[in-house]
């Protein structure tokens, strides 16, 4: 088992609740951990990361893999294959994009929809790269490495939707060309000549991130080579997100806000830059403090004031529609982020790849230093509230952390036959050897049931609630009460002893469990569906 090592405490300071997932770059396996540190649960994979993972709403281990042997695999961050595994590390799906011209890499994104956001590199050669404009100086060998964002059906690997950056370029080397016009004049494209040199293997753009907005059918990503982000719309068809008009906001694919460099589009210098290699570029979300505003991990690389990175918010001239404010020949705003925070002294933190950042639901921000394999949490005002790094610690790419204490993170319920359903509650260390009581109803989550002591289980109280009451520790629901053991671990049952009403088919029910003496906590619910 991997033990953390718990580097400082600060008691005086409260961290956000919840499991931590993060992966070793040079492991295959996924760990969560609680707040104390500790290990509460792996998952075992086939091969390192490739980079990202994530957990699903339903609790299963998204996992970006590597795979070798192709020319894509050469470059920093590449991947190649994506898995989902069970809570019990069962591999439910495998999709992978690794050939001689394309590789999946770093990130993903998980849609309201189920679908997967991912980033994949395409090799268009260098003779498609000086066609579209570059400058035949600025280039090395035969690859030229552009990048799209795919839309990956969850279970089936198909793509159902695309945005390429090679459909949205202009150019002002070579007037013989379609690409031609004023750079400046078309922040809504990419300029095919910047940087104005050769790159490294021909990756000309390296996107390190991807994150989706629901509200406003966006996708955020950051270019490392670049050190800009760029939003553009989801809601258009591919053939839409490959043109200039169409979607939502009537751009096609086209960018709709830029910031970080805007040398990058010829309305700034160097002295301009405020992003220096950034990572992790994510929108707040809704209900936490910040919520839709932007926040990233800003490296620091080759920046003036020196070597250290810092987190930035920003807050961007956009309405309530979604519409960003472009102005006619100035930069992109803001010119200052609205929330900064750097280590004291900033050099404590520096990291020139990788490394990531979160908002917490309390308004904490949790810190990823990749490179040294550090995770950090500060709150508003700026003081660290928890500061640990993996015994044996390589390099981590991102962590994210949740709120989920009972697994699986959903179920379902065969009513014909019968069924049975095992559930774990993974507490965490800090709530060893607590007593508990998991409760369930058919009636919602909201707006939920008030405790004594004033704790809401996200269960609003019906007669199955009740039901399960009354019958806990029955063999229909099995140790539904008891004691966990000191690590926070304790395993339940369901077992419907035969078929399943019909009137329940269709339905969901919810399960959540409390701690008891004193009743001071409660879990996230999890549904189970019955179904026929």
Known sequence: MLLPLILAAFPQYVPQDGMTLYSLSNSKESHLIDIQGNNMHSWQGQANPGLANYLSPEGNLLRLYKISGFPGAALGGSGGGL?????????????????????????????????????????????????????????QGQDFWSDRVIEIERGTGNIVWQWRIWDHVVQDYDSSLPSHGVVADHPELLSMNYPARTVNRGDWIHLNSVAYNPALDQILISSREWSEIWVIDHSTTTAEAAGHSGGRYGKGGDILYRWGNPECYDRGTSSDRLLFGQHDANWIPDGYPGESNILLYNNGNSRPSGRYSSIEELVPAVDAQGNYAVPATSPFGPTTSHWTWTDSPPSNMYSSAISGCERQPNGNTLICCGQDGR???????????????????????????????????NGVLTASTGDTLELDIVAGSDRGNRDYWIVGGFSGTSPGTTLPGGIVAPLNNDAFTQFVMQKTNGPGFQSFRGTLDANGFASAKIDTMGPIPSSLIGKTAHFCFVTLNPIDFASNPIPIQIKP
Do not use: C, M
């Not at 700026?382 to 994210?400: E, L, M, T, Y």
């Open 83 to 139: 898995r989902e595994f069970d809570w019990d590390g069962q591999i439910l799906w495998d999709f992978q994009l690794a050939n001689t011209t394309e590789h999946l890499h770093h990130d993903l994104a998980i849609l309201p929809n189920g679908n997967i956001l991912a980033l994949a590199w395409e090799n268009v050669g260098r003779s498609s790269a000086i066609a579209a404009g570059r400058n035949p100086s600025y280039l």
């Open 375 to 409: 995770l950090i949490e500060v709150d508003p005002a700026g003081n660290v509230v928890w500061d640990i790094q993996p015994q044996g610690s390589s390099s981590i790419f991102k962590v994210r952390r949740y709120q989920k204490w009972l697994w699986p993170g």
